[in-house]
């Protein structure tokens, strides 16, 4: 399942910043290496959302920096939500 999460979450961050899935790595600094703002930020919450049929609040949006931090995010809900 970790696995999966990864490789979606790449393709979400991928599909926003106009990279491949397979150049974005966990250690990538989500506005620095992969230039995500605010807008963008709020774009792949929505996209995590309807994907997976969960609500991210805006308190936990605000602590994300790193794509492996996004994921570890993820798969926390995921396993919350079950």
């Known amino acids: ?16 910043t ?3 899935p397979d150049e974005i790595s966990l250690d990538a600094d989500l506005v620095n290496d992969l230039g995500i703002d ?3 930020v709020i774009e792949i919450a929505t996209e ?4 997976y049929k969960i609500k991210i609040k805006d308190s936990q949006l605000v ?9 570890a995010l993820l798969k926390e809900m995921l396993e919350d939500k079950t």
């Not at 399942?1 to 926003?16: A, R, T, V």
């Open 1 to 16: 399942m970790q696995n999966n999460i990864e490789q979606e979450m790449k393709e979400i961050l991928s599909k926003l």
């Open 18 to 20: 106009g990279g491949e």
């Open 38 to 40: 605010s807008l963008k």
């Open 48 to 51: 995590v959302e309807r994907r």
């Open 63 to 71: 602590k994300l920096r790193k794509v492996g931090e996004t994921v």
